[in-house]
């Protein structure tokens, strides 16, 4: 009757650790499709910085206006973005015309989602301002930093991604 105990004990154990290794092999391929899907979805974001406004609210001020467009082809993961820290230049670099920060703002992100941005040019940025909209290449560089939270089965994930946008500035004073 032991021996017949044993059996059965061990048939159950081993039957036990049978389920136990199917069910963790299954949990390991459904998160390992959600971080290839989060690499995929990753590779494939796009960011286009359009100027929407140039308007000149003061003297000595100027208030400009972005939409930022965040493309992702097939979101198959919960995602959401926060704008960072970016900054306003010539195109060639040689003029610095202010360092902004968008941290309050934070979207859920789906395939295509417009995110906008302002920044008030004043003082002597707003001089530099001036020159370029007066010069004969009158472009801009938006450069800043995108934070994009994604939601995985493991946790949250947070990447640091590089936002860049040219764009031509209308001419002279407005």
Not at 86 to 91: Q, Y
Not at 113 to 125: D, K, M, R
């Amino acid at each position: 009757m032991r021996s017949e105990g044993r059996s059965w004990q061990e048939i159950v154990g081993v039957s036990l650790l049978g389920v136990l290794l199917i069910v963790s092999l299954a949990l390991l391929f459904l998160t390992e499709q959600s971080y290839a899907a989060f690499r995929a979805t990753l590779q494939g974001i796009q960011f286009a910085v359009q100027l929407t406004d140039v308007e000149q609210v003061a003297p000595q001020q100027a208030h400009l206006r972005w939409i930022i467009t965040v493309t992702i082809p097939n979101p198959k993961i919960p995602a959401s973005l926060e704008l960072l820290d970016w900054h306003l230049r010539s195109v060639d670099g040689s003029m610095h015309l202010g360092y902004y920060t968008t941290g309050e703002i934070q979207v859920a992100l789906a395939s295509l989602t417009e995110v906008p941005a302002e920044a008030l040019i004043e003082g002597p940025n707003f001089e530099k301002l001036q020159r370029i909209q007066e010069a004969s290449e009158r472009a801009l560089l938006f450069q800043g930093m995108a934070r994009l939270r994604f939601r995985l089965p493991r946790g949250e994930e947070s990447k640091i991604i590089p936002v860049e946008g040219i764009f031509t500035l209308p001419e002279g004073e407005e």
